[in-house]
């Protein structure tokens, strides 16, 4: 788009994470047409993810209806990944290796027995097996460690295969299309920020963008991460209790003689805190996260906000990754990447239509965000609680997830917060 133009879509889509791929691409494999808006896609939450697919491990105490949506999208994901096979997406490395969680000390056995019991309460299959048998599995698994439990059901995808694995379906292998142009639309993208929602009337009509552009659509899904709060014209009242989780997140080098290093997840409690080390195919594992609510400082210009990597955290993560694999130690390290989840108050996402208070919903306008630490595990149930939006159908069992409650009953939700249109 040079300089303000105005284009048209059936569907609007903001943010270019894993959630609004998956969304993007849900909605078009409807038949609609489709604007994804984004001028740094895939460079979020989705660049630090490791991509597990974790329904049972990621299990908290006191989230179960979270973890019905998280047991729902698990169980979506060998379609999600099969559709986008036969779609052409190639080899984004979704794996249904298993995931072993392991504890370092007799109080991590006893941490990851008790959550056992809530997990077996839940339905969901955890077998303990002796240190022996772990490390006839995974032989390079020290020794040393108090407890192994089998998760047959956690998997894994990579999301920066993902994410380039969406764009190609989505730009329906058209020449050109599909690549992000600043400034320029190119296919399906529009490679420019989203500054606010546009209205006409009682409903949404579209999006303001940052190069002065507009784009029309019937159907606005606000999926940008945390920018999601800071888009102007959100419904009056309607507020987006987003905050910053960040973490820290390594990539390492596996030497040959090495591999691999490991063939499961291995998900671990050392001394209480909580460790991953996630084997790629290519010979890489990701070791994280650190769960940090606190910005460091940014380092003048150099470091975009919120990207800073804690040393603390690179500590912390080598130092607990070797108590679980000593071989850790002879890997090369070749990144270290901080990033910010957006987490709610409740840790469910901000996902559906916004209801207003006499029954009905902000019309034109779907949010999802909040993704927190499942946005990758979460992708093929969001695009298809989005689908069912889009063809008019409002699921009754959702109202845990409204994106408007925790906004109280106060607000109006039929004028926007400023004047867009
Ligand atoms: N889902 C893992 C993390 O957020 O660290």
Not at 177 to 185: H, K, L, R
Not at 321 to 340: F, G, K, N
Request: glycine content about 12%; hydrophobic content about 45%; overall charge negative.
């Amino acid at each position: 788009m040079n300089g303000p133009a105005v284009v048209h879509a059936d569907v609007a889509v903001i943010g270019g994470g894993v959630i609004g791929h998956s969304i993007a691409w849900e909605a078009r494999a409807s038949g609609r047409s489709v604007l994804l808006i984004d001028d740094q896609p895939g460079s979020g939450a989705s660049w630090a993810a490791a991509g597990m697919l974790a329904p049972v491990s990621e299990l908290h105490y006191q989230e179960e209806s979270l973890l019905e949506l998280m047991l729902e999208s698990s169980r979506l994901w060998p379609d999600f990944a099969a559709n986008l096979g036969r779609a052409g997406a190639g080899d984004f490395g979704y794996l249904t290796t298993p995931t072993l969680a392991v504890g370092a000390d007799a109080a991590d056995r006893r941490a990851l027995m008790d959550l056992r019991a809530v997990q077996e309460a839940n339905g969901l299959l955890v077998e303990p097996l002796t240190v022996r048998d772990a490390r006839a599995k995974e032989p390079l698994l020290s020794p040393a460690i108090s407890c192994a439990l089998d998760i047959p059901a956690d998997h894994q995808v990579d999301p920066r295969r993902l994410i380039p694995s969406l764009r190609t379906v989505l730009a329906g292998h058209q020449p050109g299309a599909g690549t992000f142009v600043d400034g320029a639309v190119n296919g399906f993208a529009v490679g420019s920020r989203a500054t606010g929602l546009l209205w006409e009337g009682d409903r949404v009509r579209g999006v303001e963008l940052a190069n002065g552009g507009t784009v029309r659509a019937g159907e606005t899904i606000v999926a940008n991460g945390l920018q999601a709060a800071a888009l102007e014209g959100l419904p009056a009242g309607v507020q987006l209790p987003l905050r910053p989780v960040y973490g820290d997140i390594l990539r390492l080098r596996v030497p040959q003689h090495l591999r691999p290093l490991v063939t499961s997840t291995v998900r671990g409690l050392v001394h209480g805190v909580p460790v991953y080390i996630v084997p790629r195919q290519d010979g890489t594992v990701v070791i994280g996260a650190t769960q940090r609510e606190d910005a460091l400082p940014e380092a003048g210009d150099t470091v975009a906000p919120g990207t800073a990597v804690s040393a603390g955290g690179v500590y912390q993560l080598l130092r607990d990754a070797q108590v679980l694999v000593p071989a850790v130690a002879e890997l090369e390290l070749i990144e270290c990447t901080a990033r910010a989840r957006p987490a709610t108050p409740d840790n469910a996402p901000l996902l559906g239509r916004v209801s207003v208070p006499d029954g009905g919903h902000v019309r034109g306008l779907i949010i999802a965000t909040g993704f927190y630490r499942h946005g990758v595990l979460l992708a093929p149930a969001a695009a298809a609680i989005c689908r069912n939006l889009l063809d008019g159908r409002i699921d009754p069992h959702r109202t845990a997830l409204d994106p408007a409650r925790f906004s109280g009953r106060h607000h109006e939700a039929l004028q926007p917060t400023k004047e867009t249109a």
